[in-house]
C-alpha cells in the first residue's frame, strides 16, 4: 500500500521549507508567495493560506536598517469575508500573522531566523471596514529582531484605482520568538 496522503504533504512541506532554506532576501518571499502544491488542493488539507496566498502579491520592500520592511498587495474577494460583506476580522489578523512575518526573509542566515519562528503576541487594531473588492496595501516591518526574540508592525492602507494609498485601516504589533535549532542542526 502506498504511503498516506498526509505523508505525501509532510514530505512535499518538507521539501519545499528545504528549498527555502537555499534562498536569501526577497527570493524567499516570492517563492514562498508562489507555492502551491498540489497536495494542498486536497479538500481535507484546505487552510486559510490556501484562500489568501493567491491574492497576495509584492509592491516594494527594502532590506536597508534601520527597519527591513515589504510592503504587500491585497485584494479582498468574496471569501475573504463576513455577512456585512467587510474583510473578516479573523481574516485581517491571518494577513497580519503572515505578512509581518516575511520581512525575517530579508535578515534570515543559518540559525537566525530561517525558519521566520512562532508567534507570541500578534495585536490587532481594526480602525476602519475594508469592504468586498477594496485593494489594500500591508506595509511590514522590522522593529527589532535578536538572537531569540523580534518585533513586526503592520499596517492596512486603502488604495486608490491609481496605486495611491489612502486611509489607515487596520494597525498590528506582532512579536515572535525564533525556533531555529542550533546551525549544525538544520
Known amino acids: 500500500m502506498a504511503g498516506s496522503s498526509k505523508d505525501k504533504n509532510t514530505t512535499v512541506r518538507q521539501d519545499f521549507v528545504n528549498t527555502l532554506s537555499k534562498l536569501e532576501g ?7 508567495l ?10 481535507d488539507q484546505q487552510g486559510w ?3 489568501i496566498l493567491p491574492y497576495l502579491s509584492i509592491v516594494s520592500h527594502s532590506a536597508s536598517g534601520p527597519h527591513p520592511y515589504i510592503t504587500f498587495r491585497f485584494t479582498v474577494n468574496p471569501l475573504h469575508t463576513n455577512g456585512l460583506r ?3 476580522g479573523g481574516c485581517t489578523s491571518t494577513l ?4 509581518t512575518t516575511l520581512p525575517l526573509h530579508l535578515v534570515s542566515k543559518p540559525g537566525f531566523w530561517q525558519r521566520q519562528g ?3 503576541t500578534l495585536n490587532v487594531t481594526y480602525l476602519r471596514p475594508i469592504p468586498v473588492g477594496a485593494t489594500i496595501h500591508i506595509r511590514c516591518e522590522l522593529l527589532h529582531v535578536g538572537r531569540t526574540l523580534c518585533a ?9 484605482e491609481n496605486g495611491r494609498e489612502g486611509s489607515l485601516l ?14 549544525g542542526k538544520l
Open 86 to 88: 467587510t474583510m473578516h
Open 118 to 120: 512562532v508567534t507570541r
Open 34 to 43: 508562489a507555492w502551491r502544491p498540489e497536495s494542498l488542493e486536497d479538500p
Open 170 to 183: 487596520a494597525v498590528c504589533d506582532h512579536g515572535k520568538a525564533n525556533t531555529d535549532p542550533p546551525v
Open 96 to 99: 497580519f500573522d503572515t505578512c
Open 26 to 32: 526577497i527570493k524567499k518571499t516570492e517563492a514562498f
Open 152 to 160: 513586526l508592525r503592520g499596517e492596512m492602507r486603502a488604495v486608490d
Open 49 to 51: 493560506m490556501n484562500f
